[in-house]
């Protein structure tokens, strides 16, 4: 291993590349100050990883009650669909991105 200096987007870069190997994958929070990864082996960040649990099975319950829905409509959610709902619903996308590509979506 070498001691050579790398940007900041290299290293994202890296970083993103070794969470896609990994099947533990890692937990971010966001704050005023920026978005901090968050390490499930620190005592101090276990009750975020708690937190985010929760909020995940919370959004995969209301996914699956939304997919039984439109099924008893005789409608079918799409992969697609679904990531761009899971998307929002975990702040990963912007209202505005999640307009423009609900829009191209539908008009698929």
């Known amino acids: 291993m070498t001691n ?3 940007s900041a987007e290299e290293l994202l870069l890296e970083f993103h590349k070794l969470e896609n190997l990994s099947k533990i994958k890692t937990r971010t929070i966001s704050s005023e100050n920026g978005v901090f990864l968050l390490d499930r082996n620190n005592p101090n960040d276990v009750e975020w990883y708690k937190e985010i649990d929760l909020k995940n099975n919370n959004v995969n319950k209301a996914m699956e009650y939304a997919k039984a829905s439109q099924a008893m409509e ?4 799409s992969h697609e669909q679904e990531k761009l ?3 929002i619903m975990n702040g990963e996308i912007s209202e505005e991105e999640f307009n423009q590509r609900a829009r191209k979506l539908a008009n698929e």
Do not use: T
């Open 4 to 6: 050579q200096k790398k």
């Open 85 to 87: 709902i899971l998307d």
């Open 74 to 77: 005789g409608l079918k959610v």
